[in-house]
């Protein structure tokens, strides 16, 4: 009876001890996932660089009677003579804008861009009021072209397709230089041109704060008359000038701001 008796109570300070220790052990905490990461936006300022090629369309009058008019005297050229030229070359520039996307998929945004530009080209034009194979060189330069401008764009998750358009400016060289009756001359006058541009592209951002792009942009200055001055003889005088510009280019950019 009392073996009975001494393992009962063994066995109760057992289970009492148990108890204790049990009590003692911390309870886990439940598993919680992690957080989601936010939705990306294409909400943010933003600043980079873009470089591309560009060619243009210049149609200048009159060279012919600018030179032949100066030199000879007026009144001697007939008719009208237009010096088409296809300036092409580099353009490499900056951006920095703002975009804010709404309706879950649609963005707008604001941009200022400048490039500068290595655009040039040139034609030959004949002098028929002077001596035989009289002739002059009729040049276009394009050094720059700021814009500022609005875009409407559509998100695809990281993917923006966009238009954009707005107001333009072009910083132009002029030049026509040749002999005409033995008398050299060295016409040449400077440009700044306001007018319009639209475009379009493709936006990437391949990180929170990275994105790629490549885009089309036209722009249109219509015609403008352009001064000249003859930096041999000292003679002035006018041209008209039509242009327009295609460039495409590959931009960078960096993204701050975005929520």
Partial sequence: MRKALLATGAISLSSIAGSALAADMPIGAPW??????????????????????????NNITDPVQL????????????????????????????????????????????EGAASGSTMKGSAIVGLPAGFAGDQATVSARTDFIPSVTARLGYAIDHMLLYA???????????????????????FEGLDVRTGWTAGGGIEWAFSRDWSASVEYDYYSFGTGTVLMSDNINGFTGSLNAKQSIQIVKAGLNFHVWSW
Avoid: E, R
Avoid at 34 to 45: G, I, K, Y
Avoid at 71 to 90: F, L, Q
Avoid at 165 to 184: E, F, I, M, N, P
């Fill in 32 to 57: 919680k996932a992690p957080p989601p990461a936010p939705a990306f936006t294409w909400t943010s300022c933003y600043f980079g660089a873009h470089v591309g090629g560009g060619w243009a369309q």
């Fill in 67 to 110: 030179a032949q008019d100066s030199i000879i005297g007026p009144g001697t050229t007939v008719g009208v003579t237009t010096a088409s030229i296809s300036p092409s070359g580099i353009v490499v520039g900056g951006q920095i804008g703002c975009d804010y996307q709404f309706a879950s998929n649609w963005v707008i945004g604001v």
């Fill in 164 to 186: 954009k358009g707005g107001v333009a400016w072009a910083s132009d060289k002029y030049s026509v230089a040749g002999t005409l009756t033995g008398v050299s001359f060295d």
